[in-house]
């Protein structure tokens, strides 16, 4: 069973940065993908980046391709997703996810975070 606790959400002002940590603790971290999501009120879980097992793969959403960077330290047991550039409509509670090294990247999780919030101020 693994177990997910995303920080570093916050406030910042649009077109400012945020860098998102999810730290992982009670499985084999080095053999899960991992991907980041989020969601708000009265929408769909949307997908945003996933990085595999091995770390040389990454797969972004077309919203945030160019913007966001997903990375992880296997020694850490961490994944993080740097977020630039940020934009209101970017406002959401961010959620990290965990799956064995199965494909496809963006879908098919199996352990969730309780997520950070996220707030992009005009």
């Known amino acids: 069973q693994v177990q997910l606790v995303e920080s570093g959400g916050g406030l910042v002002q649009a077109g400012g940065s945020l860098r998102l940590s999810c730290a992982a603790s009670?499985?084999?971290?080095?053999?899960?993908?991992m991907g980041w999501f989020r969601q708000t009120p009265g929408k769909e879980r949307e997908f945003l980046a996933a990085?595999?097992?091995?770390?040389?793969?990454?797969y972004y959403a077309d919203s945030v391709r160019g913007r966001f960077t997903i990375s992880r330290d296997n020694a850490k047991n961490t994944v993080y997703l740097q977020m630039n550039t940020l934009k209101p409509e970017d406002t959401a509670v961010y959620y990290c996810a965990a799956k064995p090294g199965t494909l496809p990247l963006e879908r098919g999780y199996d352990y969730w975070g309780q997520g950070t919030q996220v707030t992009v101020s005009s």
């Open positions: 009670g499985g084999a971290f080095s053999t899960y993908n």
């Open positions: 990085v595999s097992w091995y770390g040389d793969g990454t």
